[in-house]
């Protein structure tokens, strides 16, 4: 069975005060969780080994560490700590000067995901029951406040001795550690510091007990040690040395005692700079990126097999749109063209590039790429790999700021990356599937709440922020209200932490609003301002959730029912819930299990309310008539989030559920053998039904020769443009793909974009309507022939002459004998020529210059 907890105790000449306090800690411990009992002699003179002895015959939970020669705190606890084998590691003194009770306190603080919590005398809340002597007490304070200056600032009481760690950071810090003296406090808070691990400061009771081992020397002993820690932070060295006791060999920094006292698996000692953090990424960390990319891979399998040839059907027209767009964005930079607009569709309005989600951020660093093998591959490459390092993003901020543990931590971040609603944009939205970014952006949030380097973070949660803007503002977006509505649900249960954090994140936020708005105001003036820029955009009624699909089954989850998903959403690339009812109900089981927890009750609230809004301004309660107002009401019409599609917000929640899970999986660790069985079995059962199926694909509609073999080069003039039969839209984009198949030798009117439509500029999918594309678009649906009046043919010719038209183009397709006969018609009976696979109206070469041909 996993050991929760460890309790490490050194010991010198302690025969007066040992038995009491092995007597407190096993009498508290009990049978409430399983536990181990480190005693840790350091070469007592009196019967402290004896006592030790004594007391782990009565208690086999009990260890003792024996010792010959005393080499001092340090050397005892990094003895002790590497010998643990707890999920936790708490490390007090054999005076119990802080009563062993309120190791409460550091558990609350542990759950809320920090690496280590302290026990301080200094932190507000703290009491001190029984004084040390003023003058004792004096050097304290004086040594504490140099000790704040060189090493660990921002900590007021390093020297405490209790303390909880995180098991597997406190078997690294300690195994890093060199100190054999009394410094070793502030050397392993140093090195956690190094390692960006969040450290909480817990006031607790704490009372002076006679009999102390601290002599007045050993404040100067602290200070030298402390100095030296600081030199070699400064220059840091390498190599093996033989340690300063004799007792083992260090190696880049790491004690490998000799007694023989620590079994390697318990804790092997770590290596410390960029190279041995190299070797623990490659040990573990590489392996978990290695199968999100396989996972990524696995799942986009069916296209890999022909990335130019295969198409994915759930994409609708987004394929060729995002494809088009990795294109166009290419051709621009190679050509030093702006990378902001482009009139290669929509002609003559051209496109507002910034308006539209290009993601600037990858597809211009993947401009060569894209130029060497074309936007199929490079969009795919951006897909599968983006989607890998999403989840490893999620990854990598579970462990530093919740889940040390690396398979929970996995799993969690799997759940975050690859939930249902994710798979569903993987179809076709890589601005909602490559999120990166999102977890390093509220990670330097959350490091704004320590108060510690907060111009630093700031800056840097500046950069962040602004690169999202060119990788996806909607995601940001929705980001910022996850983290506001964390924010809220954690500061109503923590008050302590609001009122200790609020001003430090305000400037914080202040000094990345003052780094991102240079780097991303003329951007987004002209995304707002620009031309062909536009005003809110306008969604289908059914962008809402409704509350059956927080709890049915996506279209492409192992358990999906496409019909029930299809009918519960506005299409199959919007599926933005469908977490199913089993993981609803393990998250309520989750969240009454693990409520005692300011996390958890805080992921609660940010989830429960994500899902509420999700639900838009007005939905429908399951099985009944009653229509209910929903709390998006009041922000539906709000600055930018009235473009915002409402069920996307449910996307929140495929986090707070991977984070929930994860903890839980934490907590099944230490529990009972049969809970520990059925708690998974439970995870089990609500993940398998929502693992993902490879997204479907199918043989790609071919590119005419016409257009691949450069014939419409004899049709097409300079400044002219090709005119697909119907105009390409939102529903048929294949004029998309043959524009780049020709790398764009010619330009296209109307488009597949969002653009400006009437005197308002309220924002449309696709170009202004126009009597001719619309008319066309009605016989590719309907299959028939209208009736067309002289003044059809006028408006044609007016329309034509908008756009600059130089040929217009049939490809073979559905109802193409009405379409052919429809556009003979328009131009009076000109029949068109089959040339290089499609039929050919050739409209001659300035036919528009006196008002018609």
């Not at 092995?22 to 402290?48: K, Q």
């Not at 805080?602 to 929903?630: E, H, M």
Request: glycine fraction near 10%; charged fraction near 20%.
């Amino acid at each position: 069975m996993a050991i929760e907890l460890t309790v490490v105790v050194p010991a010198y000449n302690e025969q007066e005060r040992l038995r009491p306090t092995l007597d407190a800690i096993t009498g508290y411990l009990g049978d409430t969780r399983n536990w181990e009992l480190i005693v840790v002699d350091d070469g007592s003179g009196d019967r402290t080994r004896r006592i030790a002895h004594e007391a782990a015959v009565a208690e086999p939970r009990i260890r003792v560490l024996p010792g010959d020669t005393n080499h001092g705190k340090g050397h005892a606890l990094r003895r002790g700590v590497l010998a643990s084998r707890g999920e936790r590691v708490l490390i007090t003194d054999a005076d119990l000067a802080t009563p062993i009770s309120e190791l409460d306190r550091l558990d609350k603080a542990l759950a809320d995901g920090h690496a280590a919590a302290i026990g301080s005398r200094a932190a507000a809340g703290a009491r001190i029951e029984h004084h040390q002597h003023p003058v004792r007490e004096g050097l304290g304070r004086a040594g504490n406040l140099l000790i704040r200056l060189l090493a660990v600032p921002g900590i007021r009481d390093t020297q405490c001795g209790f303390k909880l760690f995180d098991g597997e950071h406190a078997r690294s810090a300690f195994a890093a550690a060199r100190i054999d003296g009394w410094g070793i406090d502030v050397e392993v808070l140093h090195h956690l510091r190094r390692e960006r691990l969040p450290v909480a400061e817990v006031p607790v009771r704490w009372s002076h007990q006679e009999g102390s081992k601290v002599r007045a020397r050993d404040y100067l002993s602290v200070l030298r040690e402390v100095t030296a820690l600081k030199a070699r932070s400064l220059a840091p060295g390498s190599g093996a040395v033989v340690s300063s006791d004799g007792g083992g060999v260090q190696s880049g920094g790491a004690v490998v005692p000799s007694d023989g006292t620590v079994d390697p698996s318990d804790g092997a000692p770590t290596p410390r700079g960029p190279v041995a953090r190299f070797r623990r990424l490659d040990r573990g960390s590489l392996a978990v990126a290695g199968l999100f990319v396989l996972a990524s891979f696995l799942l986009y399998l069916r296209r890999w097999t022909d990335p130019d040839g295969r198409y994915l059907p759930d994409a609708l027209q987004d394929q060729n749109q995002w494809e088009w767009f990795f294109d166009v964005t290419a051709h621009n930079v190679l050509n030093l063209q702006n990378p902001l607009f482009t009139d290669l569709q929509g002609y003559p309005d051209g496109v507002n590039l910034m308006a539209n989600t290009v993601m600037l951020g990858l597809s211009v660093p993947f401009t060569p790429v894209t130029a060497l093998f074309g936007p199929a591959l490079s969009l795919q490459l951006v897909m599968t790999l983006g989607l890998a390092a999403t989840a490893y993003a999620w990854y990598w901020l579970l462990r530093r700021h919740a889940v040390p543990q690396r398979a929970p931590a996995a799993i969690g971040a799997a759940l975050a990356a690859f939930a249902p609603p994710m798979i569903s944009h993987a179809n076709a939205h890589p601005n909602f599937i490559v999120l990166f970014m999102i977890p390093l952006i509220i990670d330097r949030a959350l490091r704004l709440v320590t108060g510690e380097r907060v111009v630093r973070d700031g800056v840097v949660l500046g950069l962040f922020s602004a690169y999202q803007i060119f990788l996806g503002e909607e995601p940001l977006l929705l980001a910022v209200m996850g983290l506001l509505l964390f924010a809220a649900g954690y500061s109503l249960v923590r008050r302590d932490v609001f009122l200790a954090a609020w001003r430090p994140v305000l400037r914080g936020l202040g000094i990345a609003a003052a780094v991102a708005l240079p780097i991303v105001a003329f951007p987004l003036w002209w995304q707002f301002f620009g031309p062909q820029s536009y005003s809110g955009i306008g969604h289908a009624p059914n962008t809402a959730n409704s509350p059956l699909a927080l709890v049915s089954f996506a279209e492409r989850s192992l358990a999906g029912d496409r019909e029930n998903s299809q009918s519960l959403a506005m299409n199959i690339t919007e599926q933005n819930a469908f977490y199913g009812w089993p993981l609803a109900a393990l998250a309520l089981g989750i969240v009454v299990r693990l409520w005692d927890r300011a996390l958890v009750k805080a992921l609660a609230f940010t989830g429960c309310a994500a899902a509420l809004l999700s639900l838009g301004s007005r939905f429908d309660l399951p099985g009944t008539t009653i229509t209910v107002t929903g709390p998006w009401r009041a922000l539906a019409n709000q600055p930018l989030l009235s473009a915002v599609i409402e069920s996307r917000i449910a996307m929140i929640c495929a986090p707070v559920l991977g984070l929930l899970i994860a903890l839980a999986l934490v907590r099944l660790r230490t529990a009972r053998p049969a809970h520990r069985r059925w708690g998974r079995a439970a995870v089990a059962a609500a993940l398998i039904p929502i693992i993902p199926l490879p997204l479907k694909a199918v043989d790609r509609i071919p590119v005419p020769a016409f257009v691949t073999d450069g014939m419409y080069e004899a049709y097409v003039a300079e400044g002219e443009t090709l005119v697909p039969v119907p105009l390409p839209d939102p529903a048929v984009a294949e004029g998309l793909h043959w524009q780049t198949a020709a790398d764009f030798g010619f330009k296209l009117p109307r488009g597949y974009f969002n653009g400006p439509w009437g005197p308002e500029r309220k924002g449309i999918y696709g170009a202004a309507p126009r009597h001719t594309s619309n008319l066309l678009a009605e016989v590719r649906g309907s299959g028939e022939v209208p009736a067309l009046s002289p003044a059809w043919q006028a408006q044609a010719r007016e329309d034509l002459a908008y756009w600059n038209a130089g040929a217009l183009v049939l490809a073979p397709q559905r109802h193409q004998d009405a379409l052919r006969e429809t556009v003979t018609r328009l131009l009076d009976g000109q029949e068109p020529e089959f040339v290089g696979g499609v039929w050919v109206w050739d409209l001659p070469e300035g036919a528009w210059e006196d008002g018609g041909p």
